[in-house]
């Protein structure tokens, strides 16, 4: 079964600043796609950046990017210019390419300090 | 931007009864999900549904739950003879069709359902 862990389950930033937030997955598959998502106190899941796993090139969505290393099962998520309004929890998740259910991480609680 | 819709927000039912949860997906989007998050706890899959159909279900989705697309927008999730431990934020997501490319799951806010 695929599992995917979130190691840090509170992080903080200054508000401008750089952050990371970490995920491991561990899989036996070559064929999977990989998310980030946000979940902001009004608790919608809202859909951050996504990775195909097929492809080498990270992805980037304006102040997010991903730092995907398929050897070692990591995908981590970068935010820059952190603002206020990026304060949520995040959720790493894993989907097999053939299938459609998500697995999740267990999410990172992000706090950003004015 | 379409979302996915969810009603209602917070449901409190008895033990025992049956509660039902609905959804409204994002209209050309033809996968629909339940998902359900116990407080404290990860999110975790229940069903996905296409073409009128069960296409994936977990463990988790046993006899006690359905799902059901009764008319053209609608998308709901029954829960039978309701437990404490049904307790948990329920999330209903959507997804076009194409399979084996990378679509999104595009998530409701959820109902947060409370048995007592």
């Known amino acids: 079964a695929q599992t995917v862990t979130q190691s840090q389950p509170e992080m903080s930033v200054q508000e401008a600043e750089t952050v990371t937030l970490s995920c491991t997955y561990d899989?036996?598959?070559?064929?999977?796609?990989l998310f980030w998502y946000k979940q902001p106190p009004s608790r919608q899941m809202i859909l951050v950046i996504r990775q195909e796993a097929y492809k080498q090139q990270n992805a980037t969505e304006n102040r997010f990017s991903v730092n995907f290393q398929k050897a070692a099962k990591s995908f981590s998520l970068k935010i820059s210019d952190s603002q206020l309004g990026d304060a949520a929890m995040y959720f790493c998740?894993?989907?097999?390419?053939?299938?459609?259910?998500?697995?999740f991480g267990s999410g990172t609680q992000l706090t950003v300090l004015p | 931007e379409p979302e996915v819709t969810q009603t209602p927000s917070h449901q409190v039912t008895q033990m025992g009864q049956e509660v039902i949860l609905r959804c409204v997906p994002i209209?050309?989007?033809?996968?629909f999900y339940w998902y359900r998050q116990i407080l404290g706890q990860k999110v975790e899959f229940l069903v996905s549904?296409?073409?009128?159909?069960?296409?994936?279900k977990s463990e988790i989705f046993d006899d006690q739950f359905s799902v059901e697309r009764p008319d053209g927008s609608n998308f709901t999730l029954k829960i039978r003879s309701t437990k404490l431990e049904d307790s948990a934020m329920y999330f209903c997501?959507?997804?076009?069709?194409?399979?084996?490319?990378?679509?999104?799951?595009?998530f409701g806010d959820g109902t947060r359902l409370s048995i007592l």
């Open positions: 209209s050309n989007h033809l996968y």
């Open positions: 998740a894993y989907r097999l390419g053939s299938a459609r259910q998500l697995t």
């Open positions: 549904f296409y073409n009128n159909e069960i296409s994936e």
């Open positions: 899989t036996s598959e070559s064929d999977y796609y």
């Open positions: 997501a959507s997804s076009e069709v194409s399979r084996g490319s990378n679509q999104p799951q595009h």
